[in-house]
């Protein structure tokens, strides 16, 4: 009986061990690798071959770069694959629509609706449980912001077609003004919210990651979020978005210490290659010329519309001792040169912003945000001594006559 009994005990347990290796072998043959992600869904409201955009940061090398890739509605789906470690935030875009989302490695599902995106599902991942508990939280902020997207962004439209018409472009910004400060006081709520939830759930693994968004909206002062930050557990601080919240809120402390050059104030030097391979120094200029820095991109509308202006500047003035300095805030090189070919450039200096490009996040190293150009196009005229003379967001006949009666006195 003894014996009977023992052989069958070992039979159940030989097949209990193999019906649980055969178990572990089926869920990795339907897994993803512990390094990559599948996401998977639909966009109800979106036509076939309409392209879907998914955004994220990667630490490589301990230098941050963004992640892009885009890909095409097909039979009302779409798909992305990529390589993380650990949960990291995304944007996933589509029209003037973003979505933010919590990508983990594994395979996940995601269904939006065009007409409310903010009310998207998305499974396969753990973290969803407490995005779902922030977003209950800011329905009401996100539905406000998702009605005011489509009209602010065909003011923009508007005030691009009619910027050589003063009276018009002047009442658009007016409208565009108000939409503005709504969105403002909206973004205000939403990192109000934003922050006292992850006072509330500090140990929430989306926690870092709502810190990095509120600072950099920099709606909220950044001591405050560096002391919410500084309550975070260790593990937090230690994860992908933990130390992507920390390098943001050092860069944002950094930025504030140092002081944006304004009218009367010496201009700060940079040194750049130029596409001649000459080095251009702003310093350099000094006791010789006039400096007249054109702040803008291949992408700007209003950058090429001012181009006809910056060549009658550089044709009446480069013989009386007016340098132009192009200063690209693009992020493409081909676009860059094919803007520069294409419109006539190359008859004063044309450099980048920063020093090389490429799809790295923190760039200590670029002009645009040594000269707070925000907004582009930007004008800075320096005079010969290296003050800074005017800054301008726009040249018309009263800009001319300043540069005209500066150069003439």
Same mark, same amino acid.
């Given at each position: 009986?003894?014996? @009977?009994?023992?052989?069958?005990?070992?039979?159940?347990?030989?097949?209990?061990?193999?019906?649980?290796?055969?178990?572990?072998?089926?869920?990795?043959?339907?897994?993803?690798?512990?390094?990559?992600?599948?996401?998977?869904?639909?966009?109800?409201?979106?036509?076939?071959?309409?392209?879907?955009?998914?955004?994220?940061?990667?630490?490589?090398?301990?230098?941050?770069?963004?992640?892009?890739?885009?890909?095409?509605?097909?039979?009302?789906?779409?798909?992305?694959?990529?390589?993380?470690?650990?949960?990291? $935030?995304?944007?996933?875009?589509?029209?003037?629509?973003? &979505?933010?989302?919590?990508?983990?490695?594994?395979?996940?599902?995601?269904?939006?609706?065009?007409?409310?995106?903010?009310?998207?599902?998305?499974?396969?991942?753990?973290?969803?449980?407490?995005?779902?508990?922030?977003?209950?939280?800011?329905?009401?902020?996100?539905?406000?912001?998702?009605?005011?997207?489509?009209?602010?962004?065909?003011?923009?439209?508007? &005030?691009?077609? @009619?910027?050589?018409?003063?009276?018009?472009?002047?009442?658009?910004?007016?409208?565009?003004?108000?939409?503005?400060?709504?969105?403002?006081?909206?973004?205000?709520?939403?990192?109000?919210?934003?922050?006292?939830?992850?006072?509330?759930?500090?140990?929430?693994?989306?926690?870092?990651?709502?810190?990095?968004?509120?600072?950099? %909206?920099?709606?909220?002062?950044?001591?405050?979020?560096?002391?919410?930050?500084?309550?975070?557990?260790?593990?937090?601080?230690?994860?992908?978005?933990?130390?992507?919240?920390? %390098?943001?809120? *050092?860069?944002?402390?950094?930025?504030?210490? %140092? %002081?944006?050059?304004?009218?009367?104030?010496? $201009?700060?030097?940079? &040194?750049?290659?130029?596409?001649?391979?000459?080095?251009?120094?702003?310093?350099?200029?000094?006791?010789?010329?006039?400096?007249?820095?054109?702040?803008?991109?291949?992408?700007?509308?209003?950058?090429?519309?001012?181009?006809?202006?910056?060549?009658?500047?550089?044709?009446?003035?480069?013989?009386?001792?007016?340098?132009?300095?192009?200063?690209?805030?693009?992020?493409?090189?081909?676009?860059?040169?094919?803007?520069?070919?294409?419109?006539?450039?190359?008859?004063?200096?044309?450099?980048?912003?920063?020093?090389?490009?490429?799809?790295?996040?923190?760039?200590?190293?670029?002009?645009?945000?040594?000269?707070?150009?925000?907004?582009?196009?930007?004008?800075?005229?320096?005079?010969?001594?290296?003050?800074?003379?005017?800054?301008?967001? @726009?040249?018309?006949?009263? *800009?001319?006559?300043?540069?005209?009666?500066?150069?003439?006195?």
């Amino acid at each position: 009986m003894t014996i @009977h009994f023992l052989a069958a005990y070992n039979l159940i347990i030989m097949k209990f061990v193999f019906y649980l290796c055969l178990s572990i072998c089926l869920v990795a043959c339907n897994s993803t690798a512990s390094d990559s992600f599948i996401l998977e869904g639909s966009i109800k409201g979106l036509e076939d071959s309409e392209t879907i955009s998914l955004y994220y940061l990667s630490l490589q090398n301990d230098k941050w770069y963004e992640v892009a890739d885009t890909t095409r509605i097909i039979d009302g789906k779409f798909s992305f694959e990529g390589k993380i470690d650990e949960l990291t $935030a995304a944007d996933l875009c589509f029209g003037n629509i973003e &979505i933010r989302i919590y990508l983990e490695p594994t395979k996940m599902n995601l269904t939006v609706d065009k007409d409310c995106p903010y009310a998207y599902q998305l499974s396969g991942t753990r973290v969803e449980k407490e995005n779902i508990e922030l977003r209950k939280e800011l329905e009401k902020n996100e539905v406000f912001l998702f009605e005011k997207i489509e009209p602010v962004h065909n003011i923009i439209e508007q &005030i691009n077609l @009619h910027n050589n018409d003063s009276s018009i472009r002047d009442s658009l910004m007016n409208i565009l003004d108000k939409y503005r400060n709504e969105l403002i006081a909206n973004s205000e709520q939403i990192d109000k919210t934003r922050l006292d939830f992850v006072s509330r759930y500090n140990t929430y693994q989306i926690a870092p990651d709502l810190l990095y968004l509120a600072a950099k %909206r920099s709606l909220v002062n950044i001591d405050t979020i560096k002391r919410i930050y500084n309550s975070l557990p260790e593990q937090s601080k230690m994860t992908l978005m933990g130390k992507l919240t920390d %390098r943001k809120i *050092e860069q944002i402390v950094n930025q504030e210490k %140092r %002081r944006i050059p304004m009218v009367g104030d010496i $201009a700060p030097d940079f &040194i750049r290659e130029d596409l001649s391979n000459k080095i251009v120094q702003l310093s350099k200029f000094r006791n010789k010329n006039y400096v007249l820095l054109d702040f803008w991109a291949s992408w700007c509308g209003p950058c090429l519309k001012g181009i006809p202006i910056m060549k009658k500047i550089h044709n009446q003035y480069s013989d009386k001792g007016l340098v132009i300095v192009g200063i690209s805030c693009d992020d493409d090189k081909n676009n860059w040169l094919g803007a520069i070919d294409k419109n006539g450039l190359r008859q004063w200096s044309q450099i980048l912003s920063t020093q090389t490009i490429d799809n790295s996040v923190f760039k200590e190293d670029d002009i645009s945000d040594i000269y707070d150009a925000e907004f582009i196009p930007l004008y800075v005229l320096v005079d010969k001594q290296g003050t800074i003379v005017a800054r301008w967001q @726009h040249i018309g006949e009263e *800009e001319l006559t300043f540069i005209d009666n500066l150069i003439k006195n």
